[in-house]
């Protein structure tokens, strides 16, 4: 079950992705997309999307804010907020997702847009079944 995360840090996170759009490097599809991603300690962490002229190699916001709490030594993830500023919400693509499984199999997702539409649903739902580090362990090999 995912934690109960108050609403002032939901706004907070929400507010955070809001402004990490803002340097979002996205010459190719001018689609910016911020995140924010509430860690296990506490500590909240931004990223946006990096995009790059060999197409392929584009980053999502959501894995840049989680790559930064990783290599600030977080090992868990419990919410991530996205923005886009869009009429309609923006959901984790499936790379994040299974990025976001890795580190918070039932994470807080919460997507916001400049518009009153939001969304607010955990990863599980998102990513059912979903292949994790579990199904690596020593444990389930014949
Ligand atoms: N993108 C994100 O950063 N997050 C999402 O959830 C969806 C897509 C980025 C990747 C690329 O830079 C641009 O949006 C268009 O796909």
Redesign the pocket.
């Given at each position: 079950m995912p934690a109960k995360i108050p609403a002032p840090l939901c706004r907070r996170l929400e507010k955070a992705a809001r402004a990490a759009a803002k340097a979002s490097y996205?010459p190719?599809?001018k689609?910016r997309?911020g995140?924010a991603v509430l860690a296990g300690s506490g500590k909240v962490y931004t990223g946006?999307?990096?995009?790059n002229a060999s197409y392929g190699l584009?980053?999502?916001?959501?894995r840049t804010a989680i790559f930064s709490a990783i290599a600030a030594g977080e090992r868990s993830v419990k919410a991530v907020a996205?923005y886009?500023p869009t009429k309609t919400t923006?959901?984790?693509?499936g790379a994040?997702r299974q990025v976001i499984n890795e580190f918070g199999p039932t994470a807080l997702i919460l997507s916001v847009c400049n518009s009153a539409e939001r969304s607010e649903t955990t990863l599980d739902r998102l990513l059912p079944a979903a292949f994790g580090p579990r199904d690596l362990s020593r444990r389930r090999k014949a």
């Open positions: 996205s190719y599809s689609f997309v995140a946006t999307n990096v995009e584009c980053n999502c916001a959501e996205v886009t923006t959901s984790p693509c994040c």
